[in-house]
């Protein structure tokens, strides 16, 4: 049974910064790709960042240079590092596992879709003014 926990959200002024773990078990964690996800209130919700087993990242490009997303596997955690956070940011942040990998010219990196992904936490609240 895979159990996803995120946690580190909150309440923050446009321009701060936040950091964000999810707590990985009963999960091959290091295998495959794991993802950070948000959903806003009325919006679909939508790809952040993941990171596959090397811990190469991928990123939305409304976050890229602003966010990072990082493991460490001895710990079973996963991060994102939410800096220079915006409005638009604001949302329930999800925790996902289990991703697919999509390669293009030898580069293959970890799918941002919502679809390509089996396991989910529960969320964890990000509110920026």
């Known amino acids: 049974h895979v159990q996803l926990v995120e946690s580190g959200g909150g309440s923050v002024q446009a321009g701060g910064s936040l950091r964000l773990s999810c707590a990985a078990s009963?999960?091959?964690?290091?295998?495959?790709?794991m993802g950070w996800f948000r959903q806003a209130p009325g919006k679909e919700r939508e790809g952040v960042a993941a990171?596959?087993?090397?811990?190469?990242?991928s990123y939305a490009d409304s976050v890229k240079g602003r966010f990072t997303i990082s493991k460490d596997n001895a710990l079973n955690t996963l991060y994102l590092d939410m800096n220079s956070l915006e409005p638009e940011d604001a949302g329930m942040y999800y925790c996902a596992a289990g991703g697919t990998t999509y390669c293009s010219r030898g580069d293959c990196r970890c799918s941002v879709k919502v679809p390509d992904y089996g396991d989910w936490g529960r969320g964890t609240q990000v509110t920026v003014s």
């Open positions: 009963g999960y091959t964690y290091s295998s495959y790709c």
């Open positions: 990171i596959d087993s090397d811990g190469n990242p």
